[in-house]
């Protein structure tokens, strides 16, 4: 067999791989049974969910744009499977973009954790704080999405970000608005949600214009990654209430140039939301480059990152 034909075959098993994994997971889709005659079901849609709503509204008047692109994981993969097949702990891959991005971010702070006070004024915060949604199970079993914030990300290391992560998703009460903040602060966090709607939309309104109080609400940036738990390499289109905002899509095995050789990698898909009212092309590019370095290469022997594991 030529070396050709092993390359070959190794493409074959890994597409044949990826369409199991869809496979599976279609036929894991959960299909509800109706008892009424009607033929339908009417469910009330939460607080939560509502006021999330509300956020998006507020997110549309920003003037936004999106930048993707793919970036190959596959040596952090290896050192995160590594590190559990060494020690029975798994760390947490969004823990690691958070990481990452934290990181990077705080090397371009101007203009990126910065938060425009109406037309005429730019607050620039010295604290990377990353708001990212962590899925909590509950008592029922379900899953439900809840906010949290990740308070000085540019600090923590990957190994302490992660664990932060998973006592967060344990923690029976959780607030988005995680850190030092006022006790009034604090109460209208966890209770706007249960506020009338005129009320939510003048504190949102407030929330909006005034950076100190949006930044101890929902942080300077954010990260999503609800994408990761499709299949395929998918990327997202995501509205946000900052500046910038990171949003990971799918993740799949695909061809990659490697040193001038194509290989078969694992790749993810990455989308920057950016307000252009704040941030322009040549800052944007800088720091789209920067981060994409940073995942591919630099943070594997950062102290800060994968070192932090040893």
Known sequence: MTSQDSDSDTQLKTSATSQKRAHKELNSTTEMHFTDPRGYKVQKISKMARLIDEYTTLSKQKNLIWSTTECDITEARQKIKAYKDRTGESISFTAFLITVFARVVANHKNPMNAIRKKKKELYIFEDVDVLTNIERKLPDGTKKPVNY??????????????????????????????????????????????????????????????????????????????????????????????????????????????????????????????????????????????????????????????????
């Open 149 to 310: 914030t990740i308070r000085k990300a540019q600090t923590k290391t990957l190994k302490e970000i992660s664990a932060e992560l998973r006592e967060a998703q344990k923690s029976k009460v959780i607030s988005a608005t995680s850190g030092k903040q006022s006790s009034l602060m604090k109460k209208i966090s966890k209770n706007i949600h249960k506020f009338p709607k005129f009320i939510r939309k003048m504190i949102l309104n407030f929330l909006f214009s005034s950076p100190t109080f949006k930044k101890n609400s929902m942080g300077t940036v954010g990260v999503t990654a609800v994408g990761m738990f499709g299949s395929g390499l998918g990327h997202m289109i995501h509205l946000t209430p900052h500046t910038i905002s990171l949003g990971v899509g799918g993740m799949d095995v695909l061809p990659f140039n490697v040193n001038g050789e194509i290989v078969n990698r694992d790749l993810i898909a990455l989308t920057i939301a950016m307000d252009h009212a704040i941030i322009d092309g040549a800052p944007a590019a800088r720091f789209f480059h920067d981060l994409r370095q940073m995942i591919m290469y630099f943070c594997h022997d950062a102290e800060w990152c994968f070192k932090s594991l040893e």
